[in-house]
Antibody, heavy 118, light 107 residues
């Protein structure tokens, strides 16, 4: 059974750094073809892909945020991490991690909400 | 970036109806198109991958078709539990992009 769970700080002030953790089970990021991505969704709005990391440590970022994003993984602990520097109010959203296989997100975590407020 | 244009943005239909949602890509994405369902207050769930392949456990009343730049999601015999927002997503090239969503309501 594939499960993913996101964790984060919940609330940050503008200019702070967001650190998110995705802890997963039921698959391994050492398996060829496996990946984990991060997607966010402001309340009442659509989905925005942020970053992706693959089993071979290949990494991809949304160009609109690339300078702020860092994705990494700890394969032995079944965790993927995302850092977003210099957050502002526009980063208020629910952040999801999701497993990817080929080009689709087949299993999603429950999401962690972030509020950025001074 | 590849833009994904979904239509309509909202749709009202009756139980038992067959409805179609379309997704148009700004460039050729071959068959690298997925459809997701997000029920109110819930997480997105995969329905269709690689344009026409049904994900495990998804009812057969859902179907997908298309290739290149034009794709459709069809829901036949609409059920109350189909109330949701539906999103398409392309995986042809980075950045992966989602359509704006189609909100489905029951009349």
């Amino acid at each position: 059974q594939v499960t993913l769970k996101e964790s984060g700080p919940g609330i940050l002030k503008p200019s702070q750094t967001l650190s998110l953790t995705c802890s997963f089970s039921g698959f391994s990021l050492s398996t060829s073809g496996m990946g984990v991505g991060w997607i966010r969704q402001p309340s009442g709005k659509g989905l925005e892909w942020l970053a992706h990391i693959w089993w071979d440590d290949d990494k991809y970022y949304n160009p609109s945020l690339k300078s702020q994003l860092t994705i990494s993984k700890d394969t032995s602990r079944n965790q993927v991490f995302l850092k977003i520097t210099s957050v502002d109010t526009a980063d208020t959203a629910t952040y999801y991690c999701a497993r990817s296989f080929i080009t689709t997100f087949d299993y999603w975590g429950q999401g962690t909400t972030l509020t950025v407020s001074s | 970036d590849i833009q994904m244009n979904q239509s309509p943005s909202s749709l009202s239909a009756s139980l038992g109806d067959t409805i179609t949602i379309t997704c148009h890509a700004s460039q050729n994405i071959n068959v690298w198109l997925s459809w997701y369902q997000q029920k109110p207050g819930n997480i997105p769930k995969l329905l269709i991958y690689k344009a026409s392949n049904l994900h495990t456990g998804v009812p057969s009343r859902f179907s997908g078709s298309g290739s290149g730049t034009g794709f459709t999601l069809t829901i036949s015999s609409l059920q109350p539990e189909d109330i949701a927002t539906y999103y398409c997503q392309q995986g042809q090239s980075y950045p992966w992009t989602f359509g704006g969503g189609t909100k489905l309501e029951i009349k």
